[in-house]
């Protein structure tokens, strides 16, 4: 292990999420991987015997035998990605980071934490100022809890970002068709989708709506105010496998037109890109021309998954503009954007 | 034959939607199926042997042996149902209805014609009084043409109608996904829509924008009024057999609340419900309170599919109100909607 | 309730099987439902509240207020169709036919006892001469246990009875490709089988080797002797929602041909065709002819769900003849069976 | 390019075959894609513009430009591979190799000529000896025509020949369960397929029974004698994107068990292997233990596609031993063994 690497753990291990972050950190040139946490089930088991494997590349080798640990401080490294269920989530990140264990999660429970951030690096990377905040307020010594939004709030999320800075966005109408593997294993039963749509995901357009504004929003004097924009949300889950899909409408500020908004979008960098992070796709959104794009069979691999693809913009009669945003909900909306995260805090000095 | 039956032609008999007529009408108590016309490579077959039949109930016995004649005049019948390709749709209704014929289309042709009537009979009965116009603008002497909507318009407009009665509607945000069975027989491929969504549907936005003012319009002085409300459409394909679902927003002139917009839904009849009409569903509009309704595959054959499902209705943050719609496209979206247009077109006297 | 009716009782009324049998019996001229009964979780509440109800039929109004019960005998009726989960199936129906109820039971546990009929009418109706012998070994009065098999032996027993009995069967393989609904509700996760075969279905190959030669099996001087077929099976679940599809290749004892096998399966008939059962189908086995048939959606639902489909018959060359056969699991291979051998077994007199 | 690279022109460039051919061989160490060939409607037009793209990956940016020529000799290289439609192949491909082209060819029309190899390298690759008598008799001086065989066949061969090579084969029972993308483009209907399974494949039964026989039969004499085995298959399309499950019994010479056959397919190794071509798996056939397996969208993958995987390997009750099978139908079952045929050949000098 060289001396530039940081000791990663990873809470809630064996569960879909924490697979992922397995999965993604393999070979990860700054993080490795040295604990592994799950329930009093898994505890004391190698991880190759607590979990049941269900990603499609086999367990990292790195990873196979190490013992899995219950979700207690204590642990063997200085960072913890958190897939925890949000039943549990709250009190133990908490306890992590009174323990001085950054902690980078993927769970709701401090999202909406006035001194937490909810951070996707191309889109409000400022925000983890706040942290400076949540130690003093909490009486934190390095410690720290960092979140990334819901699935589907973050491609959204990153689609209007460029849009709110260059013209203003006052609402937004979106309607989703969501990916099965949002919902975690075994999830959604294969009789209820088969030959159907369900026309709702429990708490998601909440989330949406609620989310957003705060990654829209401005940090400012150590707080963050959030976007006043309104957002109105309609969650459907779809017979597809990875990739949400989201047609959008939005009313601006300033006038735009087609060329306009695809520019804006296509020229979109963000911190990760200009710090040429380890996660960060070269282009975060990629603007499709062709009339049928994005799919999500064809478009949600772009860049490994971290980039989201833009498609269909055209004028909206009701608002202003519209547009269809596709993102892999479990790596860009998931695991992928919580490690974009923790290489970002790091490069801001938070893992120090 | 009762002297009280009136003898019915289909153009396009062998297509997609040739066949549901062709179904749909077995045993309908009004009209009688007694002549089938298709283009030159079936015309003098029996109609068992041109068709590929493809639904799921056989062949009515009553049509297989019926030879299958040129789409010309001269069929002995008075009113011709028409499943017709928009390639060839038009002049051919038009040569129909000069020859006396009532013609009564689910083609796009002449829709939008100033003296066509596009009716849906719970939305818009009044409208085939512009009949007469065209009758005296064109010279037909007892013919007409009259048109229902595309699929994805009238599930939309039903829904649409009871609420701008009672409380008027500015504008409509609209995103569709649309079951597989609209696109016709071979349409999509499987390997398109597998693990996928489509985010594309030629002319189907512009359709929906477009007809749904036409529909929600009035007719007064002889002329249909296009109504001044703004739609916006998005329209996407997904992988389900049968049953367009739609997610609406909807900004009121009045305002209301989740109770009022739900009775007035739930209490809507037009005239085919008071009339008893045989295609006529009991409620043309099922108000269903479940947070996870409609489905497509639990509520598409509601009243035969007649009838379309709403559900989910609930305050709109953008607009005013949202809320999901459902109708079987190829029955209540296309022939179904037809027969009860000619069954609508009788009571009025258009068939005398 | 007229006097020659059947008070009948359901057995885990809330599971899935349970809840075809009260669609199936909605209607029955025979048999009224009069009890439910199920876990303690469900006992005292009506079954509309206790049920989650996953068919597209609505719960039948007449079972809509009976309060659930628990499985202990007591209950008012004098039959009970058993649809218990075979984790506690066993004891509880053995409880019930030592407390004079007629058990009718889709559950496993009993099947292979070898005083239990395993019947299917079209194939061992004389099966059921057994019972006399089970009531003297288990000294049962009135009451007594009949089973029916597994649903992917049913098709495959009604196909092979005719040939067995015309032209003598040394041996059969069996491919199956099983539909979603076989493994109840939740089931098979959607992850799992999106674009996607599992080639494994716990138990399942061993149950159609040994139910089916039990079938086959002849009931002799008071005993059921199995058959001496030697049957393989290789069982698969497909993305389908219901309906079995099944390749079968079967070695003979006496010559045949295509047309000879055709005809042995197409004049097939059994004692329910001849007493004109109620849910007897008038063709228990529909011989297709065309090249694709029979497919799970089209051919599924013939005569009610209650007939098989067998098409593709052809010469094999490793055995001798093989062919394609399809049934729907949850009605002929489930609920739809035992309600037959009920039927069978009030004519034969074991319900008086 | 190096003087050790070999031009190469493939036919029927625009087609599915032919887009994975272009796909596969970019960057290929050996084969350099110098010409592409199509129908009327194509040639003069760059690819890029000539092809309706189909793949996940992007148009090879070094065959952007090439613009399309016909299906002549005269094309810029030394060796074809051919994905052309079989209604057309026959002629075409004998033309060019009069022409003094290699032709590696995917297509049906001379995979059964006596003196044409059907080649699997891993399974016969000294078959490729007849060429030397098909020069001869065909009076071709550097040309020849080489096949591989139907996508079904390659994954069954595969399996099958170490079997046979330690414990002989007598007969062969196979049931198949094959992806979409076997059927091309737009190949089968969504219609036809959501919900379903199709129970035949046009030929493709015929084909197994044939090929399989080839491919196991012995060079000898300058002669190839087809295997005695006797080989019955049952052809199913199912709702699968990619890879192809095979169920197979077979009868043996020798006895064995299941590991005994497990060893046999693990240890199984080929020319390709010894020989390190470029496209050769480590590893053609991969056995897993797992209950569950092989399934397509998991092992489909497996060694980029080139890797068969077999699983559940059992006794067999009617034959001797069963298990499963999977292979890529578009990459091991197509155009990645023709490739390998081509490597095969360059490696025995028949490039020279």
Same mark, same amino acid.
């Given at each position: @292990?060289?001396?530039?690497?940081?000791?990663?753990?990873?809470? %809630?291990?064996? =569960?879909?999420? %924490?697979?992922?972050?397995?999965?993604?950190?393999?070979?990860?040139?700054?993080?490795? *991987?040295?604990?592994?946490? !799950? +329930?009093?089930?898994?505890?004391?088991?190698?991880? +190759?015997? !607590?979990?049941?494997?269900?990603?499609?590349? $086999?367990?990292?080798?790195?990873?196979?035998?190490?013992?899995?640990?219950?979700?207690?401080?204590?642990?063997?490294?200085?960072?913890?990605?958190?897939?925890?269920?949000?039943?549990?989530?709250?009190?133990?990140?908490?306890?992590?980071?009174?323990?001085?264990?950054? *902690?980078?999660?993927? +769970?709701?429970?401090?999202?909406?934490?006035?001194? *937490? $951030?909810?951070?996707? $690096?191309?889109?409000?990377?400022?925000?983890?100022?706040?942290?400076?905040?949540?130690?003093?307020?909490?009486?934190?010594? /390095?410690?720290?809890? !960092?979140?990334?939004?819901?699935? +589907?709030?973050?491609?959204?999320? @990153?689609?209007?970002?460029?849009?709110?800075?260059?013209?203003?966005?006052?609402?937004?109408?979106?309607?989703? @068709?969501?990916?099965?593997?949002?919902?975690?294993?075994? %999830?959604?039963?294969?009789?209820?989708?088969?030959?159907?749509?369900?026309?709702?995901?429990?708490?998601?357009?909440?989330?949406?709506?609620?989310?957003?504004?705060?990654?829209?929003? /401005?940090?400012?004097?150590?707080?963050?105010?959030?976007?006043?924009?309104?957002?109105?949300?309609?969650?459907?889950?779809?017979? *597809?496998?990875?990739?949400? @899909?989201?047609?959008?409408?939005?009313?601006?500020?300033?006038?735009?037109?087609?060329?306009?908004?695809?520019?804006?979008?296509?020229?979109?960098?963000?911190?990760?890109?200009?710090? =040429?992070?380890?996660?960060?796709? &070269? &282009?975060?959104?990629?603007?499709?021309?062709?009339?049928?794009?994005?799919?999500?069979?064809?478009?949600?691999?772009?860049?490994?998954?971290?980039?989201?693809?833009?498609?269909?913009?055209?004028?909206?009669?009701?608002?202003?503009?519209?547009?269809?945003?596709?993102?892999?909900?479990?790596?860009?909306?998931?695991? =992928?954007?919580?490690?974009?995260?923790?290489?970002?805090?790091?490069?801001? =000095?938070?893992?120090?």
């Amino acid at each position: @292990m060289s001396k530039n690497e940081i000791k990663v753990g990873i809470l %809630g291990a064996t =569960g879909a999420v %924490g697979q992922r972050f397995v999965q993604l950190l393999e070979n990860h040139p700054w993080f490795r *991987v040295t604990a592994l946490a !799950a +329930s009093e089930r898994s505890a004391g088991k190698p991880y +190759s015997e !607590a979990v049941t494997w269900r990603l499609d590349t $086999p367990i990292p080798a790195a990873v196979v035998e190490i013992p899995v640990s219950l979700c207690e401080p204590g642990l063997d490294c200085d960072l913890v990605f958190s897939g925890l269920d949000s039943a549990v989530a709250g009190p133990i990140e908490a306890a992590f980071a009174a323990a001085d264990y950054a *902690v980078v999660s993927n +769970s709701k429970n401090h999202r909406m934490d006035e001194d *937490v $951030p909810l951070l996707v $690096p191309e889109v409000n990377a400022d925000h983890c100022g706040i942290i400076d905040r949540q130690r003093k307020r909490r009486g934190y010594g /390095r410690g720290f809890i !960092a979140t990334n939004p819901n699935c +589907s709030t973050i491609g959204l999320a @990153m689609a209007l970002k460029p849009i709110a800075d260059r013209f203003g966005i006052t609402r937004v109408a979106v309607t989703t @068709m969501q990916a099965l593997s949002g919902a975690g294993y075994p %999830g959604v039963s294969s009789l209820e989708i088969l030959d159907n749509v369900l026309p709702y995901i429990g708490e998601e357009e909440e989330k949406m709506e609620r989310e957003t504004l705060k990654l829209l929003g /401005r940090f400012h004097d150590g707080r963050i105010k959030n976007a006043r924009t309104v957002v109105s949300a309609q969650c459907n889950r779809v017979h *597809v496998q990875d990739g949400h @899909m989201e047609c959008v409408s939005v009313a601006l500020e300033n006038e735009t037109d087609v060329n306009g908004l695809a520019e804006a979008l296509r020229n979109h960098r963000g911190p990760p890109q200009e710090l =040429g992070l380890p996660f960060a796709p &070269r &282009r975060p959104i990629i603007v499709r021309d062709e009339p049928d794009r994005p799919q999500p069979r064809i478009d949600r691999d772009a860049e490994n998954g971290m980039a989201v693809t833009v498609g269909r913009i055209r004028p909206c009669p009701v608002l202003d503009m519209k547009f269809v945003v596709l993102s892999h909900n479990t790596v860009r909306g998931a695991a =992928g954007t919580a490690i974009l995260n923790a290489e970002l805090l790091r490069t801001r =000095g938070f893992l120090d």
